[in-house]
């Protein structure tokens, strides 16, 4: 029998050609896939750091009182040394190997994000896998909106705030509690009379002031008497406010004028029984309610 003979053909060009092909977009495809899990792996590193920036700045501010500044070099960059953050060198750069941008803003409810409408204290941005920040006027402008491929991390500091502004009371109303100390019990204007009640705006000098009523006034010492003069000369008003007057007194550092929030502390509220005699906070709204109503953020020892 004749055996049949069997030709070995290779491969034609246009099968080279087409196996090239598939070969190339197999590849392209890898490269692409390859790509988006580093940025995915880099966008992880990027935001884990931006949270730890964040949990330290909010641990400096509760440890100071005041918001920690960027770094100076470059500008506007996180300040890791010992003095501030105390981190890491690596937690300047974000995931692509440039500099994150760190800024803070003068009070800390002054910075707004997407459209959000309770503001921040701080903002920590990366210019993301484009290693450029798109975000227009990130530097001045108080409304930021993310563009491109950016990431950006708002640092809020409301609940250190709340904190420190819960101490200043108490120590305020320590303060009151001494100065009605000093008068409770006393015939202080020699009328015959202790502790009276019906007391009248002052419009004596000295410190306390005198002018023929009873400084004490049972519990309303300062709730009455509406003027202070303690002879502190020109250029110093102690008189402004109540607050004013027992930092004055107490020779208080004008941390204790203000809140948290950059308003003024406000004294007694004989509308409301869990504000009168007391010194509070409008919180972080920057208004008053009642607290039975209230906008829910005003604070009181």
Aim: hydrophobic fraction near 40%; proline fraction near 3%; glycine fraction near 10%.
């Amino acid at each position: 029998m004749a055996k049949v003979g069997i030709r070995n053909r290779g491969f034609t060009l246009v099968e080279l050609l087409l196996a090239l092909g598939i070969a190339g977009i197999i590849a392209a495809f890898s490269i692409s896939i390859s790509s988006s899990i580093s940025n995915l792996s880099k966008q992880a590193m990027t935001k884990a750091r931006m949270g730890t920036i964040a949990a330290k700045a909010r641990q400096y501010y509760r440890s100071h009182k005041v918001q920690v500044a960027a770094a100076v070099t470059p500008a506007d960059s996180v300040p890791v040394t010992s003095a501030n953050l105390n981190l890491e060198q690596k937690y300047r750069l974000d995931g692509w190997g440039k500099f994150l941008y760190f800024r803070a803003s003068s009070v800390i409810n002054g910075l707004k994000v997407n459209g959000g409408s309770a503001g921040v204290g701080a903002i920590i941005i990366s210019g993301g896998p484009n290693q450029q920040i798109d975000i227009i006027n990130y530097t001045t402008a108080s409304s930021l909106l993310v563009t491109g491929d950016d990431l950006i991390v708002g640092v809020n500091f409301n609940q250190e705030a709340t904190e420190i502004v819960l101490e200043d009371l108490q120590l305020l109303q320590n303060k009151v509690e001494a100065f009605d100390a000093q008068f409770e019990g006393v015939d202080n204007d020699s009328s015959g009379g202790i502790d009276e009640n019906g007391c009248v705006a002052d419009s004596g000098v000295g410190c306390p002031p005198t002018g023929g009523n009873d400084p004490n006034c049972g519990r309303a010492t300062l709730d009455n008497i509406t003027f202070y003069d303690c002879g502190s000369g020109a250029g110093v008003n102690e008189t402004a406010s109540v607050v004013a007057f027992m930092t004055y007194l107490y020779n208080l550092s004008s941390h204790y004028l203000a809140d948290s929030w950059g308003n003024s502390y406000q004294w007694s509220d004989p509308t409301d029984p869990l504000k009168h005699h007391k010194f509070w906070s409008y919180g972080p709204d920057g208004s008053s309610g009642t607290v039975a109503g209230d906008t829910a953020d005003d604070i009181v020892f």
